[in-house]
């Protein structure tokens, strides 16, 4: 629950941002306001990384429950203040200014959370279940998604004058009850019995970070580079389709709707993906999901010019590609790295990899098709980084037997 209410907190900014636009900066350059817009997004990528340091040494220190309580309230309470900040046209410059320094707390909490609770379930569940339960982190991230997707197309059927005097603060200013019921369960989680043992047996890591970058690179770096692949064949699979189906023609309010359909179904084959990962180990289960996009993805964006309901069945095909990655990723990463410094090392490695892949993916999409000319263009770019992730998973350690 706490990883789907931090991941519509994190997702609901892009959905809104061809509205957010025109009431955070100037209305008289529409491009270049929606473009600042944008900006202000890719910032929260950069950031993470920077989360995931302060927060993974919070938790590899003074215990995994303790970070995430901080992250989901910071998170929470970022969100709903975003929902109240007054308008450009009410305190001027002053608007963008505090928008960003709200997205920025958004993503430093953002790159704490998704790494430390696939840390604590991870180190939690009983070996022969640990990719199974692991699933339920990256299930809370796509059910994030998906309820960001489904709030913000109910709200968005207002009158355009009620969406942009006040409809648009609906989905933000949501995040306080959502932070409530969140907080209510999170206080009920115990400290995962690793941190416990390691706590009562030696004295907590000096500097996380260091050891990690120092004595644990290989594995950081397979962390980051698998990351960097997911993250961007997750990205051109899902949210960046509402731009490829407007550039083929299709209506703008069905493209979010498939979205929510996009990720409501990844979400849905990645407990299936868990289980098959304890069956026939991570490895495996990750390495299918890379080869499905290798062979699937431009047969997949090829489809998706035939019709509105071709690229609906093109879009789930590629997702349920995701959903078999994803479901297995997280718990995968957490079986790369020593306990003293888990939370620090698949936090880092994982955001490092969403910044240089997801975050700038739709960016890097939209100029190879402004480039070429060619509307499929990206899906190459889905082949390429896919190959690197079938690569660098079939160097991971399969530690699906051992203990944590």
Not at 25 to 53: C, M, N, Q, W
Not at 243 to 258: E, I, K, R, T
Not at 369 to 384: E, K, N, Q, R
Request: with cysteine.
């Amino acid at each position: 629950m706490g990883t789907a209410i931090e991941f519509y907190d994190f997702t609901i900014y892009a959905f809104l941002a061809t509205i957010i636009a025109p009431l955070f900066f100037s209305k008289h350059d529409e491009v270049a306001g929606l473009l600042a817009t944008l900006g202000v997004y890719a910032v929260g990528y950069v950031a993470r990384p920077l989360g995931s340091i302060y927060f993974g040494r919070l938790g590899d220190r003074q215990g995994r429950r303790r970070a995430l309580l901080i992250t989901i309230t910071v998170m929470g309470v970022a969100t709903a203040l975003t929902g109240l900040l007054p308008t450009y046209a009410a305190i001027g410059v002053a608007a963008p200014t505090l928008l960003t320094v709200l997205r920025i707390v958004q993503s430093l909490a953002a790159g704490g959370e998704l790494g430390g609770a696939a840390v604590l379930v991870a180190e939690s569940a009983p070996r022969k279940r640990r990719g199974f339960l692991g699933s339920s982190t990256a299930i809370g991230a796509a059910g994030g998604a998906t309820l960001a997707a489904v709030v913000v197309g109910t709200v968005s059927v207002m009158p355009a004058h009620a969406m942009s005097s006040w409809g648009w603060r609906v989905p933000f200013l949501l995040a306080v009850p959502l932070l409530i019921v969140c907080l209510v369960y999170r206080l009920r989680v115990e400290e995962s019995p690793v941190f416990q043992q390691m706590a009562s047996e030696t004295a907590p890591p000096k500097a996380p970070v260091s050891d990690v970058v120092a004595n644990h690179w290989k594995a950081l770096l397979k962390v980051t580079l698998t990351s960097y692949a997911l993250n961007t064949a997750a990205k051109l699979s899902s949210l960046y389709l509402v731009v490829q189906f407007h550039l083929l023609g299709y209506p703008v309010a069905q493209s979010v709707w498939f979205a929510a359909g996009f990720t409501f179904v990844s979400g849905t084959v990645m407990t299936y993906a868990g289980q098959l990962s304890d069956q026939f180990g991570r490895r495996r289960v990750m390495a299918v999901g890379f080869v499905g996009f290798i062979v699937l993805a431009i047969p997949c964006y090829m489809l998706m010019a035939a019709s509105l309901l071709a690229a609906l069945f093109a879009g789930l095909i590629l997702n349920v590609v995701d959903g078999l990655i994803t479901g297995v990723v997280f718990t995968a990463f957490s079986e790369q790295f020593p306990k003293h410094v888990r939370y620090t090392g698949v936090s880092l490695g994982y955001n490092l990899g969403t910044a240089f892949g997801g975050g700038p993916a739709s960016l890097v999409a939209a100029a190879l098709v402004s480039s070429t000319g060619v509307l499929i263009s990206p899906a190459f770019y889905i082949v390429i980084v896919s190959v690197i992730g079938l690569g660098t998973v079939a160097v991971f350690d399969d530690r699906e037997q051992s203990d944590l």
